[in-house]
């Protein structure tokens, strides 16, 4: 016992020092950089503050002005966002400031803001590098080999930047969908799925990776998938209970929200487009062509569907190498005497 406890205290502290560095230069960055997210943060959290359940009636954006909002973009996250964005503004409530000037607008983000904002973030950033280190160990990946994938993570320029200098919540969820995974890998089922609904809850977006853990289950016979699926569902639904009940028609209202966002466009400018659809679309709307811009955007439906249908099939077939567990892993007995 003593040696197992002594082994784990070791290994710990490596990850720790491993670690480190990277957490000094996140800090350092913190406090003086900030994209335009953290600014709309703000103004989400005090609209949660002032309207409490009904805070989804305002989530399309349409009342940006009058709530304070530095820009008319709706909320298209999870209840746990919110809620959390509204705990931090209470621990640091000085205001965002804005104003035209010159035709030029300008917002100032309060110090105490960023750094509350961001120190969330990089903690789920080194907890999302640690879930990831665990994850690949039960993977077979080997102590080395775990760590390699912690520290490509944890190093990787993009993933400083999205937490410590432009701020956005991306790891959050990705440490819950991380969990989800690990403890599938440790054969507890109905918490993993549990944990990759909330992923989806706290960003929408992560459904997409959520069912892939369906379809890893499915490996083992589409029947344990179905079962893991109200746990699945109460994951990602169960956070938005309470506005329900509260405020039907705010739900209603951030559902169209949601969908407004998830459709296809052409961004302005093209540095805001992440596929190659939304980036032919943009070149042909920039040269007048919106008939072929409407058909780029028409087309990657199309094409993403069986795409996505075939990554979980790949998905499924490659978790059968993973040897899941049919139960939770029962722990070591302790030796006896005698």
């Not at 710990?12 to 800090?27: D, E, F, K, N, Y």
């Not at 640091?92 to 309060?110: D, I, S």
């Not at 955007?297 to 567990?325: E, V």
Request: proline letters at 8%.
């Amino acid at each position: 016992m003593r040696t197992r406890l002594a082994s784990r205290g070791r290994r710990v502290l490596r990850l720790a020092v491993l670690l480190l560095p990277g957490l000094l230069l996140r800090a350092v960055l913190a406090p003086y950089t900030c994209g335009s997210d953290i600014a709309q943060f703000a103004g989400f959290a005090d609209t949660t503050l002032r309207r409490g359940l009904r805070f989804f009636s305002y989530s399309d954006g349409s009342h940006a002005a009058g709530e304070g909002w530095p820009y008319p973009w709706p909320y298209v996250y999870g209840p746990p966002l919110a809620v959390t964005l509204a705990a931090l503004r209470i621990l640091a409530p000085t205001p965002v400031t804005k104003h035209w000037e010159g035709g030029v607008y300008h917002v100032y983000v309060p110090t105490d803001w960023i750094v509350a904002v961001k120190t969330l973030l990089i903690a789920f950033d080194a907890a999302s590098a640690v879930a990831l280190y665990a994850v690949a160990r039960l993977l077979g990946a080997g102590e080395r080999g775990a760590a390699v994938c912690m520290l490509l993570y944890f190093y990787n320029p993009l993933v400083v930047y999205v937490s410590s200098i432009y701020g956005m919540f991306d790891q959050v969820a990705l440490f819950t969908l991380l969990a989800g995974l690990y403890l599938l890998l440790k054969g507890r089922r109905i918490p993993a799925f549990l944990a990759a609904g909330l992923a989806a809850s706290v960003k929408p977006t992560m459904a997409v990776a959520a069912l892939g853990l369906l379809a890893a289950e499915s490996s083992r016979g589409w029947g344990r998938a179905l079962k893991a699926l109200p746990a699945l569902l109460a994951g990602a639904l169960l956070p938005y209970l309470p506005f329900a009940l509260a405020d039907p028609y705010g739900v209603a209202v951030y559902v169209k929200a949601v969908e407004s966002v998830a459709s296809p466009s052409h961004p302005e400018p093209v540095a805001y487009s992440f596929n190659g659809f939304s980036s032919i679309a943009f070149y042909a709307w920039s040269r007048g062509d919106a008939g072929a811009a409407r058909a780029a955007l028409a087309a990657w439906p199309l094409l993403f569907a069986p795409l996505y249908a075939a990554a979980l099939l790949a998905a499924g077939k490659r978790a059968t190498r993973w040897r899941l567990p049919a139960s939770p892993t029962p722990p070591t007995p302790l030796p006896t005497g005698g």
